[in-house]
T-cell receptor, first 115, second 116 residues
Framework: AQTVTQSQPEMSVQEAETVTLSCTYD???????LFWYKQPPSRQMILVIR??????QNATENRFSVNFQKAAKSFSLKISDSQLGDTAMYFC????????????FGTGTRLTIIP | NAGVTQTPKFRILKIGQSMTLQCAQD?????MYWYRQDPGMGLKLIYY???????DKGEVPNGYNVSRSTTEDFPLRLELAAPSQTSVYFC???????????????FGEGSRLTVL
């Protein structure tokens, strides 16, 4: 079974600064996907960024980027030039690449952007 | 664009009552899921479905039932509600095909259920 660990329950950062959220996972699979999902106070979960394990290049989406270290089983999210709208719960998630398409979530990091 | 629609958004139940949480998606996704989210915890998978007529248990299926008679709908039934089922419930859907598989789930807005 897979496990996903987020060791930072809460973080806060000043607006316009850069913040990094940590995530580690444990799996015996070689092909999988990793995700960061954002859950704003309105509660609907939305995808922030996605990484395929077979790709060495780190995924980027505008101000969001990841540091994927496959050997260390680490998948951190970096938010650059943070904005007030980035305030949310952030969940790291794992999915096997083939088979049951089920996500395993971490416990989340509550990020607050301070004006 | 409706996406994934859940109803109701809020509900209070008494112990022992039953209810059904409705979920519908209009994206022609084959996979559908029910998760629950407890305070300070990540989402836990209750049940999922890979297509109409096919359902399977997730991590925490006890006390729940599902059905998938159509591609669009995936209702979650709570029988004999218990305080331990107080939670926020999320329905999600995704598409997985032979040539298309992003692994991305699309979520509904959630249903907050309180059992007293």
């Amino acid at each position: 079974a897979q496990t996903v660990t987020q060791s930072q329950p809460e973080m806060s950062v000043q607006e316009a600064e850069t913040v990094t959220l940590s995530c580690t996972y444990d799996t015996s699979e070689s092909n999988y996907y990793l995700f960061w999902y954002k859950q704003p106070p309105s509660r609907q979960m939305i995808l922030v960024i996605r990484q395929e394990a077979y790709k060495q290049q780190n995924a980027t989406e505008n101000r969001f980027s990841v540091n994927f270290q496959k050997a260390a089983k680490s998948f951190s999210l970096k938010i650059s030039d943070s904005q007030l709208g980035d305030t949310a719960m952030y969940f790291c998630a794992f999915m096997k690449a083939f088979g049951n398409e089920k996500l395993t979530f971490g416990t989340g990091t509550r990020l607050t952007i301070i004006p | 664009n409706a996406g994934v629609t859940q109803t109701p958004k809020f509900r209070i139940l008494k112990i022992g009552q039953s209810m059904t949480l409705q979920c519908a998606q209009d994206m022609n996704h084959n996979y559908m899921y029910w998760y629950r989210q407890d305070p300070g915890m990540g989402l836990k998978l209750i049940y999922y479905s890979v297509g109409a007529g096919i359902t399977d248990k997730g991590e925490v299926p006890n006390g729940y039932n599902v059905s998938r008679s159509t591609t669009e709908d995936f209702p979650l039934r709570l029988e004999l509600a218990a305080p331990s089922q107080t939670s926020v419930y999320f329905c999600a859907s995704s598409y997985s095909g032979t040539t298309t598989n992003t692994g991305e789930l699309f979520f509904g807005e959630g249903s907050r259920l309180t059992v007293l």
